[in-house]
């Protein structure tokens, strides 16, 4: 019983991965700068995406932003992968988030250890996968050329 799937060439990946890093970042900023505002905050800074070294706390406004423009990118840019990479959105919200991982080691000169910033890091990209996969699974139903799960 072999496996059969179609496979995409090196450019197509590439472009839906570049598309998946626009969405992902561009909704970044969008929801930032929302929250930002939301909250009543001085100034926006354009790091957002990349500051983990803001104090964890409940009381602390700009730790909050941050927490929250985190999540709800992660849980709205999962729906949208779903549109541009089909069933792959594990793949690419896995990529993305060590894309994302990448960055902000470069962006802040320094590799995140606060843990807390992982363990939102990892359940947004759960968040992502699951919605992602569940709206990819629904969207593509009637689409052959994916195996079914019957097919294993």
């Known amino acids: 019983m072999a496996f059969r799937s179609k496979v995409a060439d090196?450019?197509?990946?590439?472009l839906h991965l570049l598309l998946c890093l626009a969405i992902f970042y561009t909704f970044y900023y969008?929801?930032?700068s929302v929250c930002f505002g939301a909250f009543k905050l001085d100034h926006f800074d354009g790091l957002i995406p990349f500051d983990f070294k803001t104090?964890?706390?409940e009381s602390n406004s700009?730790?909050?932003?941050?927490l929250l423009s985190m999540q709800l990118t992660y849980f709205s840019?999962?729906?949208l992968?779903?549109?541009?990479?089909?069933?792959w959105v594990w793949d690419y919200a896995i990529?993305?988030?060590l894309v994302h991982v990448g960055l902000t080691s470069a962006?802040?000169?320094?590799?995140p250890l606060v843990w807390q910033w992982w363990l939102a890091l990892g359940s947004g990209l759960f968040l992502m996968i699951c919605n992602g996969q569940l709206i990819a699974y629904f969207a593509c139903e009637n689409d052959h050329s994916y195996p079914t799960l019957d097919s294993y």
């Open 10 to 14: 090196t450019k197509t990946v590439i």
């Open 30 to 32: 969008m929801i930032g």
């Open 55 to 57: 104090e964890p706390s």
């Open 62 to 66: 700009k730790y909050l932003v941050n």
């Open 77 to 79: 840019s999962g729906l």
């Open 81 to 87: 992968f779903a549109a541009v990479v089909k069933r």
């Open 95 to 97: 990529t993305v988030t």
């Open 107 to 111: 962006v802040m000169l320094e590799f």
